[in-house]
């Protein structure tokens, strides 16, 4: 079961991370994502409520719940700010060329 899972981190969770840290968009698509899981997840520990995992006989305890819940809302306060609120300084180009209209003002 482990080398399964070490291939789906490899091949879906490393994509993932590349197109979340490249695009502004998807990390807003994501902040959403996160909040909704981690109301579910509240949810089903507040209720204490079992989730049947699908295809096995092994049921996930609403502590576990709990703890994925705290997980997803800390990703998705991480999310919000890269993704809302964090604007990254432009560097290269768009500053030359304001550098190079205000020297030229001054000549």
């Known amino acids: 079961m482990l080398?399964?899972?070490i291939a789906a981190i490899?091949?879906?969770?490393?994509?993932?991370?590349?197109?979340?840290?490249?695009?502004?968009e998807?990390?807003?698509?994501?902040?959403g994502?996160?909040?909704?899981?981690?109301?579910?997840?509240?949810?089903f520990y507040f209720a204490?409520?079992?989730?049947p995992l699908i295809w096995t006989n092994a049921v996930?305890?609403?502590?576990?719940?709990?703890?994925?819940?705290?997980?997803?809302?800390?990703?998705?306060?991480?999310?919000?700010?890269?993704g809302w609120f964090f604007h990254r300084k432009r560097s290269g180009l768009s500053s030359d060329k304001s550098n190079r209209k205000l020297t030229a003002d001054r000549s």
Do not use: D, E, N
């Open 48 to 51: 204490k409520i079992p989730i």
């Open 60 to 82: 996930q305890s609403p502590l576990l719940s709990g703890v994925r819940g705290t997980i997803h809302f800390l990703l998705f306060l991480v999310c919000l700010y890269f």
């Open 26 to 31: 998807y990390r807003k698509f994501l902040a």
């Open 33 to 43: 994502a996160f909040f909704v899981s981690s109301g579910m997840q509240w949810y």
């Open 3 to 5: 080398p399964y899972l």
């Open 10 to 24: 490899a091949i879906i969770g490393l994509p993932t991370i590349y197109i979340a840290v490249r695009y502004r």
